[in-house]
């Protein structure tokens, strides 16, 4: 099946740890995207990158971070730096303009 | 800057029922629109892409229709099911920034009641 997968579903942080959210694509898109989602918000771009070993802040890049190393991963570092971290996050591939997006990774500070 | 704009927020109507959501964009510079579903707690799945040359694309119930003059885009779900409730995304395919930017709006939550 072809598709996005992201890991983990659910993920727990202490304040001032770093955290990884993990995002796999077998759709073999060149770009792909992180999105967060907070309540009564649209989504917002955090970060893209169009092709391997490239990528670009989106709208909301502070306190985040990212490697584009293979095309299939895209993975996003949530570093202590980021201030309100808790949210879902949402990874985006696309291919003709259209952009296809996995399951989402909920994330809680506690 | 584009902004993206769904009204109602919310909508909750009997099964059987025709209805309309509305998605409203600010700068008419744009190269597609998509419309998205998203079921609570989960990812977003695409529903219809418009290119920006399109007046509409229609997918089994769903018709949606795209006026770029007017900046207005309208989601057309026939025969409305339980099954349908969901909160529906419309985002638009920025041409200003240079690469495939969605800006999206905040969604309108829909549901169908037996």
């Known amino acids: 099946d072809g598709g996005i997968t992201q890991s983990p579903k659910y993920l727990f942080r202490k304040e001032g740890q770093n955290v990884t959210l993990s995002c796999e694509q077998n759709l073999n898109h060149d770009a792909m995207y992180w999105y967060r989602q907070d309540p009564g918000q649209g989504l917002r771009l955090i970060y893209y990158?169009?092709?391997?070993?490239?990528?670009q802040k989106g709208d909301i890049a502070e306190g985040y971070s990212v490697s584009r190393e293979k095309k299939e991963s895209f993975p996003l570092t949530v570093t202590s730096a980021q201030k309100n971290p808790t949210a879902f996050y949402l990874c985006?591939?696309?291919?003709?303009?259209?952009?296809?997006f996995g399951p989402g990774t909920r994330l809680t500070v506690l | 800057k584009q902004e993206v704009t769904q009204i109602p927020a919310a909508l909750s109507v009997p099964e059987g029922e025709n209805l309309v959501l509305n998605c409203s964009f600010t700068d008419s510079a744009i190269y597609n629109l998509q419309w998205f579903r998203q079921d609570p707690g989960k990812g977003l799945t695409s529903l219809l892409l418009?290119?920006?040359?399109?007046r509409e694309q229609t997918s089994g119930r769903l018709n949606a229709s795209l006026d770029k003059s007017s900046g207005r885009s309208t989601l057309y779900i026939a025969a409305s099911q339980p099954g349908d409730s969901a909160t529906y995304l419309c985002?638009?395919?920025?041409?200003?920034?240079?690469?495939?930017?969605?800006?999206f709006g905040t969604g309108t939550r829909l549901l169908v009641s037996p």
């Open positions: 985006a591939s696309s291919w003709g303009g259209e952009q296809f």
């Open positions: 990158s169009q092709i391997v070993n490239d990528f």
């Open positions: 418009i290119q920006s040359s399109q």
């Open positions: 985002a638009v395919g920025d041409m200003n920034t240079g690469f495939q930017k969605l800006v």
